[in-house]
Nanobody, 123 residues
Framework: EVQLVESGGGLVQAGGSLRLSCAASGFTFDDSAIGWFRQAPGKEREGVSCIVSSDGSTYYADSVKGRFTISRDNAKNTVYLQMNSLKPEDTAVYYC????????????????WGQGTRVTVSS
């Protein structure tokens, strides 16, 4: 069974840090691009970051550049999102998703999704 399981969310004060993890199983992880998306209540889902492979390209939304870092550990079938200097506007449910080979700006191009992990940043 295909699974992507996010963890690491929680409540943090503005300026703090969190590291999200996405553990994958049931598909060919090494052939997949893993993206992070987030969705706040009443808002559209938006792309945050994506990584193709351990030695592939990475992408970041303008709103998180310089603050978030995506990384990948193929030996553990896990992708991480290190989030620093968190702001209240980062508050959302964060989802990881897998696409075949390539990252995409469009969430419809991702085949598998995790259940999400909630991030709340207080002011």
């Amino acid at each position: 069974e295909v699974q992507l399981v996010e963890s690491g969310g929680g409540l943090v004060q503005a300026g703090g840090s969190l590291r999200l993890s996405c553990a994958a199983s049931g598909f060919t992880f090494d052939d997949s691009a893993i993206g992070w998306f987030r969705q706040a209540p009443g808002k559209e889902r938006e792309g945050v970051s994506c990584i193709v492979s351990s030695d592939g390209s990475t992408y970041y939304a303008d709103s998180v550049k310089g603050r978030f870092t995506i990384s990948r550990d193929n030996a553990k079938n896990t992708v991480y999102l290190q989030m620093n200097s968190l702001k209240p506007e980062d508050t959302a449910v964060y989802y990881c998703a897998a696409a075949a080979y390539m990252c995409s700006y469009y969430y419809t191009q991702y085949d598998y999704w995790g259940q999400g992990t909630r991030v709340t940043v207080s002011s």
